[in-house]
């Protein structure tokens, strides 16, 4: 049974810091691409960042977190990140890591991905 744990989110000022993380279980981590993707009230859920399959290691990201997020995985842990730092309120939404087998091109494609966690909430305040 394939799992994925999010944990990490939190409220936090504008301008602050929060890693969000997820642990995965129950399938070859290493085989799969990984992303982050978001959703807000009311809102499409929207791709955040990517990053592909060991040893590679390319990574993709959303324009409006570009230069602020930074996406990683450590495949001995099975676990993927997300590093936020500069944070705005308009970051503010459920972030979700999910684990998809495609290929890279189909990396921000909500419908792409095979494997999906719960979510953690990030909040910012202004």
């Known amino acids: 049974q394939v799992q994925l744990v999010e944990s990490g989110g939190g409220l936090v000022q504008a301008g602050g810091s929060l890693r969000v993380s997820c642990a995965a279980s129950?399938?070859?981590?290493?085989?799969?691409?990984a992303g982050w993707f978001r959703q807000a009230p009311g809102k499409e859920r929207e791709f955040v960042s990517a990053?592909?399959?060991?040893?590679?290691?390319?990574?993709d990201y959303t324009d409006s977190v570009k230069g602020r997020f930074t996406i990683s995985r450590d495949n001995a842990k099975n676990a993927v990140y997300l590093q936020m730092t500069s944070l705005k309120p308009e970051d503010t939404a459920g972030y979700y890591c999910?684990?998809?087998?495609?290929?890279?091109?189909?990396?921000?494609?909500?419908?792409?991905?095979?494997?999906w966690g719960q979510g953690t909430q990030v909040t910012v305040s202004s």
């Open positions: 999910a684990l998809r087998s495609s290929g890279w091109s189909r990396r921000q494609s909500v419908r792409d991905y095979d494997y």
């Open positions: 990053i592909t399959t060991w040893p590679d290691g390319y990574t």
């Open positions: 129950g399938l070859t981590f290493s085989n799969y691409g």
